[in-house]
């Protein structure tokens, strides 16, 4: 029994050891960020048109700066002359996308190879443009289980009938960006060629901070409790898209649980820390974003005010897309009339999308979420009165909206 004990003990011990540990670790790590971002505003970055590739090392190049690409990306690019080239003047990338009266719009973006799918890039940063002439430069950093899915049918549509590029990531995981990964994406969104729209989960990330004039985002949100039913569901059971293969980490019981029975029983997947969900992807990738306190939501307030233009409910989605339109007549035109006359396929992929086999709360549960998602209902509040001002700014009123 002493034995046992003594082994208890010991246990707790090395357990309270590695908590330390890692709390030490997570607190120097903290403080490091905190004083790059006091100390450093703006740095000075090579654009993607200066990179040498006979300049390239093992993980980084010479001059120290990130590495964006492996030596053998670079050498199969270079070797497929038809679609890139080096420059005579060894300083840029050259791309030919094919047929100029015919040019591809739409492009996938696997992150892990910068040049992956011959992304449309121009040859110098574009410091000056900040979207406010026919050559928008907008980011949709999609929030999750907020209808985003049925509304990219739309922005594909559009992509090819009013001539922009669209660039879609294939990482759909990764949602904080660490620094190297957010400096990498700031450098390239900064010389795509506009217009464009790129679509990614992601938080928001500072351009300011790497000397680059920022893009504009847009998102739509949802009631957060609206929303976070709908990913308690989708987790267990997705949606309508046949070709997904399902799986649930979890027990039978735990797959079939209700939220109801989740809030009440205060499981740990209903835990207040894990409804925190809406308010990081707009406070950005600094590590205090991840926790629910009155800084984050002070950030995430800061970063709507100065690059969010459009920020649209699924509740008013309609009104979300007379905004955008009258907001990027050029790349948005005819999005309104896709909404309310959807073709037989956008109809199939509204339909499949929905999350199955919801339960709505009962009303004790939600008084109960509504009471831990304090802070992402005064967000939500926040961006609907916001909504609301920029309608009635543009003119957007219950006769226009009947009659669009």
């Not at 719009?105 to 799918?117: D, F, K, L, M, S």
């Not at 506009?194 to 680059?212: E, K, S, T, V």
């Not at 209903?270 to 800084?295: A, E, H, V």
């Amino acid at each position: 029994m002493r034995l046992l004990k003594g082994a208890r003990i010991y246990i707790l011990l090395v357990i309270a050891v590695c908590c330390y540990a890692w709390y030490l670790t997570q607190k120097r790590f903290l403080i490091k960020h905190v004083l790059k971002l006091q100390t450093t505003d703006v740095r000075a970055k090579p654009n993607l048109a200066q990179l040498n590739k006979h300049h390239i090392l093992d993980g980084k190049f010479a001059d120290g700066s990130i590495k964006w690409t492996s030596n053998s990306e670079f050498d199969r690019i270079a070797e497929t002359k038809n679609n890139v080239s080096w420059s005579s003047d060894e300083s840029s990338w050259n791309f030919d996308n094919g047929n100029d009266t015919n040019p591809k719009r739409i492009y996938e973006w696997n992150e892990t190879v910068v040049y992956q799918g011959l992304l449309p890039l121009v040859d110098q940063l574009d410091l000056n443009n900040d979207g406010s002439d026919n050559k928008p430069r907008i980011i949709f950093n999609r929030v999750g289980k907020c209808g985003s899915r049925s509304v990219l049918d739309i922005f594909r549509i559009l992509a090819e009938r009013n001539q922009f590029n669209m660039i879609e990531s294939l990482v759909y995981t990764q949602k904080i960006l660490p620094p190297e990964k957010e400096e990498m994406m700031a450098q390239v969104l900064s010389q795509l060629q506009a217009p464009y729209l790129f679509q990614r989960h992601m938080y928001h990330i500072n351009f300011n901070y790497y000397g680059l004039k920022s893009p504009s985002y847009i998102n739509i949100i949802r009631d957060p409790i609206a929303r976070f039913t709908s990913q308690y569901y989708f987790k267990r059971f997705g949606d309508g898209f046949q070709q997904r293969t399902w799986t649930f980490n979890g027990t039978e019981s735990e797959k079939y649980q209700t939220i109801n029975d989740c809030v009440l029983n205060n499981k740990y997947e209903c835990s207040q820390r894990r409804m925190f969900y809406i308010l990081p992807f707009f406070c950005g990738n600094d590590p205090r974003c991840k926790y629910p306190t009155d800084w984050t939501l002070a950030r995430a307030m800061e970063n709507v005010r100065k690059d969010f233009k459009v920020i649209g409910l699924l509740e008013e989605l309609h009104d979300t897309f007379l905004v955008l339109e009258k907001t990027w007549p050029t790349v948005f035109r005819g999005c309104v009339n896709l909404l309310m006359h959807p073709s037989k396929g956008q109809q199939l992929n509204r339909t499949a999308a929905l999350t199955k086999a919801k339960e709505k709360p009962s009303p004790k549960v939600t008084a109960i979420l509504k009471d831990q998602m304090a802070l992402e209902y005064r967000f939500y509040n926040f961006v609907k009165s916001r909504f609301h001002a920029l309608k009635r700014k543009l003119g957007i009123n219950k006769s226009l909206r009947q009659t669009t």
